[in-house]
């Protein structure tokens, strides 16, 4: 299958996985080989190929191959490796209303090939906002007063953040609580459905990739990555992709349930960079395509008013 492809490195995201992108004789992309990141189990890997099988009849997913061995994943140079269709077109920098519609309409048709969990609970996502931003609170007034240095291009960046996650932490919190005994279906979301995961061509969906992220969860989560990121400063969009999503696929929550996701989620992110960069002292080997990231996220956070 891959004998006659050229290879090359793929850009890499910040998860720690590593992709290569096989071109055949005409320089067409044909297949993406992963590298999953290290420490990732194999039984991780199988749950999340079965969860793809399920939905390998929609063109914009790409399809898991499977080895000579009968396997789809192998493991080599300490990490699990498996092999995909690569699937077509690019992300958008700015989505327009029709693209942001596309979408949802996209990820409602991939929510419907997995099946609803037995019985209601709390929104998990819902549960880890609160669980992330109550434990590192206590950090907050010490990371104001005294913030180590991580990376020329990033110190800036991280005092800013700062000041997002303090004055942000304890509304969001209480704008959580809540729903967090509120009983609401669940059932497999992707968990990181960031704009560039979502492939456009022209002004369709080609491909949405990396599913590394999931788990059992509200579809809410996945609108919410989604729309928060990419379209959170503009609420007419907002409201035209829940509606898309709505004419696809049943929503048992709402639409201010998405937008307080969409609103704590971001803040959620932003503190978990400084908890990887100031806490943990992670590597930062690409800090400009990291700042970018992180730019991005301050970017949204600050536009933040109320939850």
């Known amino acids: 299958m891959t004998s ?42 199988r749950q999340i190929h079965l969860w793809m099988s399920r939905a390998a ?24 490796w498996d092999a995909c269709r690569w699937v077509p077109g690019e992300p958008r920098a ?4 029709t693209e942001v519609c596309a979408a949802c309409d996209a990820i409602a048709q991939l929510h419907l090939c997995w099946p609803l969990a037995p019985a209601r609970g709390p929104c998990r996502g819902v549960l880890n906002r609160i669980e992330v931003l109550t434990e590192h ?39 959580l609580r809540p729903w967090s005994a509120r009983p609401l ?23 949405i990739i990396d599913f590394g992220a999931m788990a059992i969860d509200h579809p809410a989560i996945d609108l919410a990555r989604f729309l928060g990121e990419s379209s959170s ?38 503190l978990g960079w400084l908890v990887r960069l100031v806490v943990r002292r992670e590597p930062v080997p690409r800090p400009t395509a990291t700042a970018a990231r992180l730019t991005h996220l301050l970017t949204r956070a600050e536009e933040i008013t109320h939850f």
Do not use: M, Q
């Open 185 to 207: 279906v669940s059932r497999p979301v992707l968990r990181d459905l960031r704009s560039e995961h979502v492939l456009f061509t022209a002004d369709r969906v080609t491909g």
């Open 233 to 270: 400063a503009r609420d007419a969009i907002f409201s035209a992709g829940l509606s898309a999503y709505r004419s696809a696929a049943v929503l048992d929550a709402p639409d201010e349930f998405v937008h307080l996701l969409a609103r704590t989620g971001i803040v959620c992110s932003v």
């Open 57 to 80: 009849h929609l063109p914009f997913v790409p399809a898991v191959f499977t080895g000579t061995h009968g396997s789809t994943a192998v493991f080599a140079d300490g990490r699990f």
């Open 94 to 97: 700015l989505l327009t209303e």
């Open 137 to 175: 609170r206590a950090r907050f007034d010490d990371w104001n007063r005294v913030l180590p240095a991580v990376a020329p291009e990033l110190d800036s960046l991280l005092r800013r953040a700062v000041k997002v996650v303090r004055r942000c932490a304890d509304p969001a919190i209480s704008a």
């Open 4 to 45: 006659d492809l050229a290879w090359h490195r793929a850009t890499e995201g910040f998860s720690g996985a590593v992709v290569w992108r096989g071109d055949d004789s005409t320089n067409t992309p044909r297949v993406a080989l992963k590298g999953w990141p290290i420490g990732v189990s194999a039984e991780r890997v």
